[in-house]
């Protein structure tokens, strides 16, 4: 099984900034992207960013500019660098992981989760 862990939330003020990281561990195969994604009690989850194999980046509209996803993929870590953070960031924030692995058949995709970390924005 796969298992996602994540750190570095925590209460920060406007204006300022935080790193989250997010570690995969256990029975990986292949990796086909890793993001972040965000949810605030009683609204649906949104997508923050992704990354994907080959490297590419998406990002809400809403964090462009001001937050950066990376990766290191010798540690099968995805960190999420934000800067200039607004009170409405302010949300449990989630790591997701695409994988695609083979049993020996077929290939299945599937997609993990972590248990969130929450990130507290103060005006």
């Known amino acids: 099984q796969v298992h996602l862990e994540e750190s570095g939330g925590g209460l920060v003020q406007a204006g300022g900034s935080l790193r989250i990281s997010c570690a995969a561990s256990?029975?990986?195969?292949?990796?086909?992207?890793m993001g972040w994604y965000r949810q605030n009690p009683g609204k649906q989850r949104e997508l923050v960013a992704t990354?994907?194999?080959?490297?590419?980046?998406s990002y809400a509209d809403s964090v462009k500019g001001r937050f950066t996803i990376s990766r290191d993929i010798t540690i099968n870590t995805v960190y999420l660098q934000m800067n200039s953070l607004k009170p409405e960031d302010t949300a449990a924030y989630y790591c997701?992981?695409?994988?695609?692995?083979?049993?020996?058949?077929?290939?299945?995709?599937?997609?993990?989760w972590g248990q969130g970390t929450q990130v507290t924005v103060s005006s």
């Open positions: 997701q992981m695409e994988e695609t692995s083979y049993n020996g058949k077929d290939y299945i995709s599937q997609t993990y």
């Open positions: 256990g029975r990986i195969y292949s990796i086909d992207a």
């Open positions: 990354i994907t194999s080959s490297g590419g980046r």
